[in-house]
Structures are given as C-alpha cells and as structure tokens.
C-alpha cells in the first residue's frame, strides 16, 4: 500500500547526521577521569542513530524508519543530556575541591566540550519538537510552532514556501547558549521557555564557573 503523500516529504538529515557525530566526537575526546561512558557506549548511540535516518532516503517504507528515528533519537537525547550533566558535575567538584587533580588546560578543553555538546543536544531537541517535527514542517501540515522565525512575520523577503530547518536550531540553540536570551526566533510554548532556560542555565553555568576558573588557572 503506498503511503499517504504528506509521509512522502523527508527533510534532508546530513546536517542532522554531523551534528550527532560532533556530539559524540566532544564526549570522546573529553579526559578518561572526565568521561562518563566508555567510546563504545558513544558508537552504538551514534550508529543507532544514524541507520534510521540513512534508511529514510533509501526505503520505501519510511513511516517505519520514522518511528524508529523517533525513538532512537529519544533514547540519544536522554543518555548524552545525563553524560553532559554528569560531565558538568564532575567538573564543578573538581574546581571547588582544593586538591582537585585536573589541571587548568584539562579543565578549559574539557567546559569548551560541554558547552558545545550543550548547544548540539539542544539543537536536536528543537529540531524534534517544533511544530511536529521536521516531516510535519517539510509537509506544511498546519501545527502551531513552538517559535516564531522572523520568516513567518516577513513573508515577503523570505524565500518561496520557507520552514525552518536543522540550520535554524542549531543557530537558536547557539544564541541561547551565549546570549542567555532570544535573538531572532521567539518562544511561543511553554515548554519552549523551559528547554531555552534550561540550555541557559547549562551554558552559564559551564561559561562563568568551570571555563572562567580554568582560564584562571592557566593564567596563574
């Protein structure tokens, strides 16, 4: 049976894709001490990942790859959001702790990794949520959006039948990561409020606490 027109529409993954290797790539080179899960915990969750949304440009069954997208991205979410708190974590004990064995340059390359893994995790969340995900904003089905684009408001100079895309919440989730605030895309939802807010407080707290004291260190 062919499958309703609309299942037909896949927005492109590859950006997707490089996200997630990145993600996996800035866990992998944190220190061993640092780390939370071993390399091969980080490959599985990539590989598992990534099948699902190759499969999606060459079966024919996508609406099956989509449910598998879904879940494996669920299940990416949750075990990197945990190694990046648990990173966090460990790196704030370690400034605090006078006897904290992590020198300055471990401590600096090590926050610089957090942030980043924050700003891509969050970027994926995004991705995921806004207005029913990526097929039903490449099928323009008529969900309410969890931010509003400047495209929407400026029709008139934004490209012929526009939706945001990966590149649009990566660049969200990077202005909330520095800016602690929104630049040019506004939260509607309330849990669009509370994931920005959560991304702030995830990325002030690595800028001003551990990244701050380490260039401290290194200073010293």
């Known amino acids: ?17 490089l996200a997630i290797v990145a ?28 099948v699902p949304m190759v499969a999606l440009s060459l079966s024919t069954h996508k609406r099956r790859w989509l449910h598998v997208e879904a879940a494996t991205t669920l ?9 990046l708190l648990d990173n966090l974590e460990f790196l704030i004990s370690e400034m605090v702790r006078r006897d904290g064995k992590l020198s300055g340059f471990t401590l600096l390359t090590s926050s610089i990794a957090v ?8 970027s994926l969340v ?17 969900t309410k959006p969890d931010w509003l684009f400047p495209q929407a408001t400026a029709p008139d100079v934004a490209p012929n039948k526009w939706g945001p895309s990966f ?8 202005c909330t990561a520095t800016a602690f605030s929104p630049t040019d895309a506004l939260p509607l939802t309330s849990r669009a409020k509370a994931l920005m807010m959560l991304e702030s407080v995830l990325s ?14 290194l200073g010293t």
Do not use: K
């Not at 991705?127 to 008529?142: K, L, M, N, Y």
């Not at 707290?205 to 260190?217: E, G």
């Open 167 to 174: 590149i649009d919440y990566v660049f969200l989730a990077f």
């Open 115 to 122: 942030w980043a893994s924050n700003l891509l995790i969050f």
């Open 126 to 142: 995004y991705w995921r949520i806004d207005r029913g995900g990526p097929e039903a904003r490449a099928s323009q089905a008529p």
């Open 1 to 17: 049976m062919a499958e309703p027109t609309q299942m037909r529409r896949i927005e492109s993954r590859w950006l997707v894709s």
């Open 75 to 83: 299940v990416f979410i949750l075990i990197t959001g945990y190694a």
């Open 23 to 50: 993600v996996l790539v800035l866990l992998t080179l944190l220190p061993g001490r640092v780390r939370v899960f071993p390399i091969w915990v980080g490959c599985a969750l990539v590989s598992a990942l990534i």
């Open 204 to 217: 002030l707290v690595t800028i001003i606490a551990v990244l701050a004291r380490a260039i401290n260190t």
